[in-house]
């Protein structure tokens, strides 16, 4: 459990009047602060873990599943806010960069397989053939059959 979890706990306890509880949770809690300030010398930084994620996004499942900025401050056991200005300190720039980025590594890895137009949007997040052509002709300056010529000619 992480330290914001097991502090909601325990203000949970302290209103119900459960001392004992609350005591066993505040040792937890002291704990897990000892630990940190012990092992901060071995801290990743947030750019090391977002560029992690980034390179998960390979074969057999190129199908994105990131989580919505609120479910990866969540990951990160960030708030929002805090967790967007950290975005903006990386290369992505924003979440939603992150996310264009992303998508961009899976449209180019499944066109080089082969995979259709259809199966290629349902994989990076659109729901119709429309979104991902729009996608594509915005980031890419191209029509998909462009793309796919381009980046089948250059392997």
């Keep these: 459990m992480n330290l914001r979890g097991l502090c909601d706990e325990l203000y949970g ?11 066993l949770k505040l040792r937890l809690i002291s704990n897990a602060i000892d630990q940190a300030e012990r092992s901060n010398r071995n801290v990743v930084t947030f ?7 980034y390179s998960l996004i390979a074969p057999p499942n190129w199908c994105l599943n990131i989580a ?3 479910g990866m401050a969540d990951e990160f056991n960030m708030t929002k806010s805090t ?24 449209i180019e890895a499944l066109f080089l397989l082969g995979e259709p137009l259809k199966e290629v949007g349902f994989c990076v ?6 979104s991902i052509c729009r996608f594509i002709r915005t980031h890419y300056g191209a029509t998909p059959c462009e793309l796919r010529a381009e980046i089948t000619k250059s392997q």
């Design 125 to 130: 997040g659109f729901k119709d053939e429309a």
């Design 83 to 106: 967790f967007m200005r950290r975005m903006s300190a990386t290369r992505f720039e924003s979440y939603r960069g992150f996310v264009v980025e992303c998508r961009k590594k899976c």
């Design 68 to 70: 919505s900025q609120e």
């Design 13 to 23: 306890l302290v209103e119900g009047k459960d001392f004992y509880e609350a005591k």
């Design 47 to 53: 750019d090391e873990v977002i560029e992690y994620k």
